[in-house]
């Protein structure tokens, strides 16, 4: 997150005017680029069989709606199989589908459906770590401590008396050690092995090469079913220091909850990863003339780091996490926006924005204030937020249930909690499962059209009797509903020439006002103070995210003009 001091008081901003087509590449349309992606997390969605999880018949079904909001494409949280640990990002194997999730068969329909929709497909892939019960690891468990099965993973020997003390100091994301020790074959204590989330993953050792080739081969298995490319977890990890030193900061990880242990990620190495992947990819587009994206989770702490990772012949792009940690504030954003659009956009890649994910409390509920729950001011900052981000320069993602102005479930009650960082630390603090709890689609009681079970069948996780409110029927029907507002704004976004790709505009506001214009005469601009405003336009808006009249901006609010007649 970036922090800057707010403007002081009757200050106006001064025009700057950023250029994102810098790209020499550009030769012909790049669909990702622009491209707006729903993520699905399938487990939530929608369920087919009625054993109270979702599936991939389920995402099948569902993409007309999809279609009809108007995304480019969706991407699928982790479907292999797993003993679920962590809902899937524990992979036990890469090349299949988990039976709770369906089969090859069913993938492959999907595949076909939204092809035939003109929906491109992400599969989410895990090359961090995978899951304890993976055969090699299996296998590394089995084998003598210095076989190469276990050079495929990170063990080492423990340190102290009969190495009985984890071999440094490093701490789990999730909480606890990063370390755990196995009992070897003999039935004694033995060598330890490296997890940097949970004991049931182990990180791989990508500077094992027999680790490269099989994602190689697991990659192209998906690509020659036809996918569009993937999501790639956790894309600054995978390597590493070589000596594995104690950190000064050892707990900074579990902390913070993110990537912070610089002796654990964002290690150089890492960029001659995604080199090869993107050459496979490349391979691939040359064959059909069918473009592959690789997006990464990357978090590092700067935009400039950020940028190295989306350099021409790596990754087409990764997650600019930094407007979704930002606070409400005018200032934060645009010092945030600027420096990404000056450090990425400045690579040839366009920035790939984000609101929401499976990790982060939802828009509505973080950007409200705790003393005014009932005030709806998160909801009108989070619909005021969705504008913005449709209107900026590049490409974004959504999260099921950001369409619906879902807010968080914060009153789980403990004993139906499956987060593993829950089960870790017996802490809530940043558990992920308010935002996971399954999609309602219909009617005014739990399971709202989520399951298609029987006798009582209940949905993994319970949803509050409130979301009856928040139902996709309800939404489809009401023109003033969260998905109107995202379905009008996706219209635009993909009718007018000015939104996508291009340039950005700063234009002078008073404090607490954030106004851009977006090429020829597109004017987006968001109050996020609770008073009115002057709108930089002086017409009624061709969008806005709440009532806005003529002349006047409210408190909250965000509004597209279209005209040359700015105000400042």
Same mark, same amino acid.
């Given at each position: 997150?970036?922090?800057?001091?707010?403007?002081?008081?009757?200050?106006?901003?001064?025009?700057?005017?950023?250029?994102?087509?810098?790209?020499?590449?550009?030769?012909?349309?790049?669909?990702?680029?622009?491209?707006?992606?729903?993520?699905?997390?399938?487990?939530?969605?929608?369920?087919?069989?009625?054993?109270?999880?979702?599936?991939?018949?389920?995402?099948?079904?569902?993409?007309?709606?999809?279609?009809?909001?108007?995304?480019?494409?969706?991407?699928?949280?982790?479907?292999?199989?797993?003993?679920?640990?962590?809902?899937?990002?524990?992979?036990?194997?890469?090349?299949?589908?988990?039976?709770?999730?369906?089969?090859?068969?069913?993938?492959?329909?999907?595949?076909?459906?939204?092809?035939?929709?003109?929906?491109?497909?992400?599969?989410?892939?895990?090359?961090?770590?995978?899951?304890?019960?993976?055969?090699?690891?299996?296998?590394?468990?089995?084998?003598?401590?210095? =076989? !190469? *099965?276990?050079? %495929?993973?990170?063990? &080492? +020997? $423990? #340190?102290?008396?009969?190495?009985?003390?984890?071999?440094?100091?490093?701490?789990?994301?999730?909480? =606890? !050690? *990063?370390?755990? %020790?196995?009992?070897? &074959? +003999? $039935? #004694?204590?033995?060598?330890?092995?490296?997890?940097?989330?949970?004991?049931?993953?182990?990180?791989?050792?990508?500077?094992?090469?027999?680790?490269?080739?099989?994602?190689? #081969?697991?990659?192209?298995?998906?690509?020659?079913?036809?996918?569009?490319?993937?999501?790639?977890?956790?894309?600054?990890?995978?390597?590493?220091?070589?000596?594995?030193?104690?950190?000064?900061?050892?707990?900074?990880?579990?902390?913070?909850?993110?990537?912070?242990?610089?002796?654990?990620?964002?290690?150089?190495?890492?960029?001659?990863?995604?080199?090869?992947?993107?050459?496979?990819?490349?391979?691939?587009?040359?064959?059909?003339?069918?473009?592959?994206?690789?997006?990464?989770?990357?978090?590092?702490?700067?935009?400039?780091?950020?940028?190295?990772?989306?350099?021409?012949?790596?990754?087409?792009?990764?997650?600019?996490?930094?407007?979704?940690?930002?606070?409400?504030?005018?200032?934060?954003?645009?010092?945030?926006?600027?420096?990404?659009?000056?450090?990425?956009?400045?690579?040839?890649?366009?920035?790939?924005?984000?609101?929401?994910?499976?990790?982060?409390?939802?828009?509505?509920?973080?950007?409200?204030?705790?003393?005014?729950?009932?005030?709806?001011?998160?909801?009108?900052?989070?619909?005021?937020?969705?504008?913005?981000?449709?209107?900026?320069?590049?490409?974004?993602?959504?999260?099921?249930?950001?369409?619906?102005?879902?807010?968080?479930?914060?009153?789980?009650?403990?004993?139906?909690?499956?987060?593993?960082?829950?089960?870790?630390?017996?802490?809530?603090?940043?558990?992920?499962?308010?935002?996971?709890?399954?999609?309602?689609?219909?009617?005014?009681?739990?399971?709202?059209?989520?399951?298609?079970?029987?006798?009582?069948?209940?949905?993994?996780?319970?949803?509050?009797?409130?979301?009856?409110?928040?139902?996709?029927?309800?939404?489809?029907?009401?023109?003033?509903?969260?998905?109107?507002?995202?379905?009008?704004?996706?219209?635009?976004?993909?009718?007018?020439?000015?939104?996508?790709?291009?340039?950005?505009?700063?234009?002078?506001?008073?404090?607490?006002?954030?106004?851009?214009?977006?090429?020829?005469?597109?004017?987006?601009?968001?109050?996020?103070?609770?008073?009115?405003?002057?709108?930089?336009?002086?017409?009624?808006?061709?969008?806005?995210?709440?009532?806005?009249?003529?002349?006047?901006?409210?408190?909250?609010?965000?509004?597209?003009?279209?005209?040359?007649?700015?105000?400042?």
């Amino acid at each position: 997150m970036h922090n800057s001091q707010p403007a002081q008081t009757g200050q106006r901003v001064s025009s700057q005017h950023i250029d994102t087509r810098s790209d020499t590449r550009l030769g012909t349309h790049h669909w990702w680029r622009e491209a707006v992606i729903y993520q699905v997390y399938v487990r939530s969605f929608l369920d087919s069989t009625g054993d109270g999880v979702g599936d991939l018949a389920g995402v099948r079904a569902g993409l007309p709606y999809l279609k009809k909001l108007g995304v480019d494409g969706i991407w699928l949280s982790p479907f292999y199989p797993s003993p679920q640990h962590d809902h899937g990002y524990d992979v036990a194997d890469y090349c299949d589908v988990d039976p709770l999730f369906g089969d090859l068969a069913e993938f492959d329909r999907l595949v076909a459906a939204a092809r035939r929709l003109g929906v491109k497909v992400l599969l989410d892939i895990v090359p961090n770590h995978c899951s304890s019960e993976h055969p090699w690891f299996r296998e590394a468990l089995a084998s003598a401590p210095d =076989g !190469p *099965a276990r050079a %495929r993973f990170h063990f &080492a +020997d $423990g #340190r102290g008396a009969d190495g009985a003390e984890p071999p440094n100091n490093w701490h789990a994301m999730f909480g =606890g !050690p *990063a370390w755990s %020790r196995v009992t070897e &074959a +003999d $039935g #004694r204590p033995g060598q330890w092995y490296l997890h940097m989330f949970t004991p049931e993953q182990p990180d791989w050792n990508w500077r094992d090469p027999e680790v490269g080739a099989y994602f190689d #081969r697991a990659l192209r298995f998906w690509l020659d079913r036809g996918v569009d490319g993937f999501r790639i977890d956790v894309a600054a990890g995978l390597f590493k220091h070589p000596e594995l030193p104690d950190s000064p900061d050892p707990e900074a990880d579990a902390r913070t909850r993110d990537s912070v242990n610089p002796l654990a990620w964002n290690q150089p190495e890492v960029h001659d990863v995604w080199r090869r992947w993107r050459a496979v990819c490349e391979e691939y587009t040359a064959r059909d003339g069918r473009e592959r994206l690789l997006v990464g989770e990357v978090s590092v702490p700067t935009a400039r780091e950020h940028a190295l990772y989306v350099r021409p012949d790596e990754l087409h792009q990764a997650f600019f996490f930094d407007l979704l940690s930002a606070s409400w504030d005018a200032d934060a954003f645009r010092k945030v926006i600027t420096e990404a659009m000056q450090d990425i956009a400045g690579t040839g890649s366009t920035v790939t924005w984000v609101l929401n994910n499976h990790d982060q409390v939802r828009t509505v509920t973080r950007y409200g204030e705790p003393a005014m729950e009932s005030s709806g001011l998160g909801a009108s900052r989070a619909r005021a937020a969705a504008l913005l981000l449709l209107a900026l320069p590049g490409a974004a993602y959504i999260y099921q249930g950001e369409e619906l102005g879902l807010p968080e479930v914060v009153d789980l009650p403990d004993d139906v909690l499956t987060d593993p960082i829950f089960r870790r630390t017996g802490s809530r603090a940043r558990i992920r499962d308010g935002c996971r709890v399954p999609l309602p689609w219909s009617g005014q009681a739990s399971p709202f059209g989520f399951t298609s079970g029987v006798d009582g069948t209940k949905p993994w996780l319970p949803q509050p009797e409130y979301f009856a409110e928040y139902a996709t029927d309800r939404a489809l029907a009401d023109t003033r509903s969260f998905w109107h507002l995202y379905r009008d704004g996706l219209q635009l976004r993909a009718g007018l020439p000015q939104l996508g790709e291009g340039t950005l505009r700063w234009l002078d506001t008073q404090p607490g006002v954030l106004a851009f214009t977006r090429g020829d005469g597109l004017v987006c601009a968001v109050n996020f103070g609770t008073a009115p405003a002057p709108a930089p336009v002086s017409g009624i808006p061709l969008l806005s995210s709440g009532p806005c009249r003529a002349g006047v901006l409210p408190g909250s609010t965000a509004a597209w003009w279209i005209g040359d007649d700015t105000d400042s």
